[in-house]
């Protein structure tokens, strides 16, 4: 059985202290312990989130890396620096990196391969934009983004990665895919999967992603291939983050 994931993306708020503050009010309560939790949290507070959250059972992580280990690589972060300061989880190709930041699928498929090379727990994130979807190509899109962000990676790496589908249109729009389109996705990426990796496929943990708030998780997790949940504003407030750990209770 999957584990469910509920994974918080920070993105680029909150000042260290307000960071350790959100952590505290986090850790004062009670959470679900079967359910797996992660604080992807801006590179330069990773050594002071990792004192905080040693032994409570959240897992650290972060938002982006590079894919070399080391060079001449100006403002970059390598998996091996990432796994020094006590990192497990990388989120890699979110939407916005790929927007914004111009990234295309090889460079995401290498920052993956790096990720596994150095025992890090990849998040891979697809999604397709409003204009893909009102245009009927979205399942195009997430099966080009899939095909190539997975090439080369084996049947033994596969377990380890974690998919989050994010539909573009409803990141930080107030927007949700209902749980019915979200659950359709999914399963069509599993499908995905299953064609390139076989049984092993059902053993990989999909997400969604896409204005996850307390009033619509317990809706999406009911349904039966979504894994969890990355999300991003409900993150930002403890007792709504913990609302969405604790979704079960």
């Given at each position: ?115 596994l090379q150095n025992n890090l ?31 080369g990676i084996s049947k033994s ?92 209770i």
């Amino acid at each position: 059985m999957r584990k469910p994931i509920i994974i918080g993306n920070w993105k680029m708020n909150k000042t260290l202290d307000e960071a350790k503050i959100l952590i505290s009010n986090i850790l004062s309560q009670k959470l679900d312990n079967s359910v797996e939790k992660v604080v992807c949290v801006p590179y330069i507070y990773v050594t002071e989130i990792k004192k905080l959250i040693d032994g409570t059972g959240i897992g650290l992580g972060v938002q982006n890396m590079f894919y070399e280990n080391s060079g001449a690589y100006t403002g970059e972060i390598s998996p091996i620096m990432l796994k020094s300061c006590g990192v497990s989880y990388v989120i890699l190709g979110h939407s916005e990196r790929r927007t914004i930041f111009n990234e295309t699928d090889d460079m995401i498929n290498k920052k993956v391969k790096a990720a596994l090379q150095n025992n890090l727990i990849p998040i891979l994130c697809c999604g397709e934009s409003l204009e893909e979807r009102n245009s009927g190509a979205e399942k195009d899109v997430v099966k080009r983004q899939i095909n190539n962000s997975l090439f080369g990676i084996s049947k033994s790496e596969i377990e380890k990665v974690i998919i989050a589908y994010e539909p573009i249109w409803a990141i930080g729009t107030g927007l949700t895919a209902s749980s019915e389109d979200a659950e359709d996705m999914i399963k069509f990426i599993r499908e995905i999967l299953k064609d390139i990796y076989g049984e092993i496929s059902f053993k990989v943990r999909i997400q969604y992603g896409g204005s996850v708030k307390p009033n619509n998780i317990k809706d999406l997790m009911q349904k039966e291939n979504i894994d969890g949940a990355l999300v991003g504003g409900a993150c930002l407030e403890s007792t709504s983050f913990c609302e969405l750990i604790n979704y079960k209770i």
